[in-house]
């Protein structure tokens, strides 16, 4: 059974998103306080997280940031803040997926369904594949431990944004529409909000390019999608 942890003040919310990933068989705990929610999600093994951005003591901002650094597992940001500021924030500390409130309980289950069985899929796909690395000039990928290296450097990826350079390796001079991106990496095609895309194409640009603003391995093929050339 899948683990998952809600970081959740506001108590009817949380009983309410409780009962139904628990009704769709997922086995749920719950912190309310952002203190006490990053010590589980430190210590303890959950299949995803759900975070909210506004916490006590630790807000979320800083909560996802820290996971990130020892921890790949799949983080689905909730908040009220609209500003696409905080989604961009929150994408590049490394949020797989953020959902502004008010929003569905339904829709929520369906996402979390979503990331769970895409990164399934992918880990999966990993390991059954006869080579466990790819190498493209400077860029050397670890699939089986799940590292990057730029000119033998090891280089910090979250859970997605791995998952996304390795698609695009193993698919290059193939030209991606955003939409296509994202049912590939978030396996949520009528849920798409394609601006995720365009946030992790540029994390990964920062890490992999020299240039990030003239990037000679993730081109942008403009009003059609993005590339990856070897």
């Not at 650094?69 to 500390?93: C, F, T, Y």
């Not at 698919?171 to 955003?178: A, D, E, G, L, Q």
Request: net charge negative; hydrophobic share 40%.
């Amino acid at each position: 059974m899948k683990r998952i942890l809600i970081i959740e003040d506001d108590q009817v919310i949380v009983e309410v998103e409780k009962d139904y990933l628990e009704s769709s068989g997922f086995e749920v705990e719950i912190a309310t306080s952002g203190d006490v929610g990053l010590k589980k999600a430190l210590v303890e093994k959950y299949d995803l997280i759900i975070l909210d951005l506004m916490l006590p003591h630790i807000d979320g901002f800083d909560i996802c940031q820290q996971i990130r650094q020892v921890k790949n597992i799949p983080i689905l940001m909730v908040s009220a803040k609209k500003e696409e500021i905080d989604k961009i924030r929150g994408l590049g500390l490394g949020a797989d997926d953020y959902m502004t409130k008010p929003f569905s309980v339904g829709e929520l289950v369906a996402r979390v369904k979503a990331h769970l069985a895409r990164y399934d899929r992918l880990v999966t796909d990993y390991q059954e594949r006869k080579t466990d690395e790819i190498r493209i000039r400077g860029i050397r990928i670890d699939k089986q431990s799940r590292k990057v290296f730029v000119n033998e450097k090891e280089v910090p990826f979250t859970s997605k944004e791995f998952d996304l350079l390795v698609f695009l390796t193993l698919h290059p001079n193939r030209v991606f529409r955003k939409e296509e991106l994202f049912e590939k990496i978030w396996g949520m095609d009528s849920l798409g909000d394609y601006a995720t895309v365009t946030v992790f194409i540029g994390k990964l640009r920062e890490k992999i390019e020299t240039e990030p603003s003239k990037p000679q391995y993730i081109e942008t093929i403009w009003g059609v999608g993005y590339r990856f050339n070897v």
